[in-house]
C-alpha cells in the first residue's frame, strides 16, 4: 500500500482515518517548506511522531529542569554520558533512577500528541505513506489509537487558532500586572479549567503555576514554550487565561520582534537586487554589441504580422529594463519603429 500527493487535495487527517482502519503499518512522511514530519504506524496505531523542527533530547530535557526534577549540570552530566555511549536518552534516564517507566511514557505520549497535533495542523505541503516494519520499546511508549485521538487533537487546533487572535505573535513578552496576595497550588483543577480567581487568591494547577512562573517581564511566549518543554496549545491556553483575568499583561517596553529574520530577508533582497542590476548591465552590453553585429535585422515573410508584435514588444521590454537603469534607448541606438 503507498500513497502519496497534495495535501490540499486530500487531507491528513482522511489519510490517517484511512490508515488506521485498515491496520496498516509504515512511516507517513509529511514535507513542507520549512519542516519535515514524520508519523509512525504499527497496526494502525500512532507509536511516535518525529519533527525537524523539534529536539526529543532538548524537548525532555526543558522538562525536567523546569519541573526541578534535575539541574542544569545533571543534565549536561547525561548528554556527555549519551555521546560515549550508544543509547537512546530515555533509556539513559531509566537506567539512572531520574524517571520510573509511567511518567516516561506519560512525557513521550505528551510530546507524540504535540507533534501530532502540529502535524495535523498543516494545510499545505506534500505527503507519503511507505509500509515498513515499525518497531518501538514498549518499556517508553504507549500506542495510541489514532480515532480516539483526532477528536482531541482537531478541538485543539480549532482552540489554538483562536488563542493565535489574541496572542498576535510568539516574541511577545508579558509580566505580571497584579500579584495576587496568594498564589496556591490547586492539584485537582482539570486542565480544561486550570486557573481560579477568587478576591485576592489565585488557584493553578501544576503544569499553569510552571508556566506562571516563567513570566517575567522578560520570556517571550515563544521562550516560555521551549523552557517549559509543554505544547504551544497548553501555554498559549494558559496566557489567554491569565491575561483575561487581568493577571498579566504585554510589556510594551520589552518587544521583541524577529530581528535576525528580517536581517536576512534585508541581506536576501539586496543580492537579489544586487544581481538584478549586474544582469541588466550585462543585458545591455550584450544588447549593444548584438545589434553593431546586425543580429537584430531579422528576416521576416510579409505576412509575419504576429512575428513583428512579438519582435517588436520584446525589444519594447529591453528598452523599458534599459531605461530603468540609466541606459537610455537613444545611447544604444535601439529603434523599434521599424517593426
Given amino acids: ?6 495535501i490540499k487535495e486530500f487531507s491528513l487527517m482522511d489519510i490517517l482515518q484511512l490508515i488506521s482502519q485498515t491496520g496498516k503499518s509504515g ?31 532538548t524537548k525532555i530535557g526543558s522538562y525536567l529542569i523546569s519541573r526541578e526534577i534535575i539541574s542544569k549540570a545533571k543534565l549536561e552530566e547525561l548528554l556527555n554520558k549519551q555521546k560515549k555511549y550508544p543509547i537512546r536518552f530515555g ?39 511507505r509500509q515498513a516494519v515499525v518497531e518501538y520499546d514498549e518499556n517508553e511508549i504507549i500506542p495510541l489509537n489514532i480515532n480516539n485521538i483526532l477528536l482531541d487533537v482537531l478541538k485543539d487546533i480549532d482552540e489554538i487558532k483562536l488563542y493565535r487572535k489574541k496572542i498576535s505573535s ?51 511566549v515563544s521562550d516560555i514554550i521551549d523552557q517549559t518543554a509543554m505544547s504551544e496549545h497548553y501555554v498559549l491556553k494558559v496566557l489567554y487565561l491569565l491575561a483575561k483575568e487581568q493577571l498579566i499583561t504585554i510589556n510594551k517596553n520589552n518587544i521583541k520582534s524577529d530581528n535576525q529574520d528580517i536581517d536576512r530577508k534585508m541581506s536576501t533582497y539586496f543580492a537579489l537586487s544586487v544581481i538584478l542590476v549586474i544582469a541588466l548591465l550585462v543585458t545591455g552590453f550584450n544588447i549593444y554589441n548584438l545589434k553593431d553585429k546586425d543580429l537584430f535585422s531579422i528576416t521576416m ?11 517588436k514588444e520584446q525589444l519594447e521590454d529591453i528598452t523599458d529594463l534599459l531605461d530603468k537603469n540609466d541606459m537610455t534607448r537613444k545611447k544604444l541606438n535601439l529603434d523599434y519603429s521599424k517593426f
Avoid: R
Avoid at 512525557?107 to 505541503?125: Q, V, Y
Avoid at 482539570?190 to 512562573?213: A, G, H, R
Fill in 170 to 220: 510568539f516574541q511577545v513578552v508579558y509580566q505580571k500586572e497584579l500579584i495576587p496576595q496568594n498564589v496556591l497550588i490547586d492539584k485537582t483543577l482539570p486542565d480544561d479549567e486550570p486557573i481560579s480567581v477568587n478576591n485576592n487568591t489565585v488557584k493553578m494547577n501544576e503544569e499553569t503555576f510552571i508556566v506562571y512562573n516563567k513570566i517575567n517581564g522578560i520570556n517571550t
Fill in 301 to 311: 515573410d510579409k505576412d509575419s504580422k504576429n512575428g513583428k508584435i512579438y519582435y
Fill in 91 to 129: 533509556k539513559l534516564l531509566l537506567n539512572e533512577n531520574i524517571l520510573d517507566e509511567t511518567k516516561l511514557k506519560e512525557i513521550l505520549t505528551g510530546i507524540t500528541k504535540e507533534n501530532f497535533t502540529k502535524a495535523l495542523a498543516i494545510d499545505n505541503g506534500h505527503y507519503e505513506f
Fill in 27 to 57: 512511516i507517513l512522511e509529511i514535507n513542507t517548506s520549512d519542516q519535515e514530519i514524520k508519523i509512525f504506524i504499527k497496526d494502525g496505531n500512532l507509536v511516535d511522531v518525529k519533527s525537524s523542527s523539534t529536539d526529543f533530547t
Fill in 1 to 6: 500500500m503507498s500513497l502519496k500527493g497534495s
